[in-house]
């Protein structure tokens, strides 16, 4: 990726991922923009994660969305800002992804079908979540 902040937003995922991957691409499909650019989705894995402030571990465990003024979300939140910049009906869905209990509610589905995503049609052992490193110390 070029720069941290583009002309466009980004969509990064798990590249190494195929449920990922195949999803990325199934949205992208449909949240195709006729009056402005697309969002730009690349893995993470070809991503300079720590130019946009985040690390490997974070985008392993979601999907994050780079907004053009360099703003990062993780996880639903990326989602919604995706579905919002894609506007119409979609935008509309993302607006409502941000009130309190459908936000909640997004969280947990996008938590649910992260964890899982090794389970779902086109995952495979190597789309599994690596498990959260408890045994740091924080003081």
């Not at 199934?26 to 993470?44: E, F, I, M, N, Q």
């Not at 086109?122 to 110390?137: F, K, L």
Request: aromatic share 10%; glycine share 10%; proline share 8%.
């Amino acid at each position: 990726m070029d720069s941290p902040v583009a002309s466009r937003p980004t969509l990064v995922f798990d590249g190494d991922c195929a449920f990922c991957t195949s999803s990325a691409n199934w949205c992208a499909k449909r949240l195709h923009r006729r009056d402005r650019p697309d969002a730009r989705l690349v893995p993470w894995q070809f991503t300079d994660l720590a130019a946009i402030g985040t690390s490997p571990e974070r985008a392993q465990r979601e999907v994050l969305w780079l907004g053009t003024d360099g703003s990062l979300y993780g996880g639903a939140p990326a989602f919604s800002r995706w579905l919002r910049y894609a506007g119409g009906a979609w935008g509309l869905l993302g607006t409502l992804m941000t009130l309190p209990l459908i936000r909640r509610l997004a969280a947990a589905g996008y938590r649910l079908i992260a964890g899982n995503r090794h389970r779902l049609p086109g995952g495979s052992p190597a789309c599994a979540v690596p498990p959260v490193d408890d045994s740091r110390s924080y003081s």
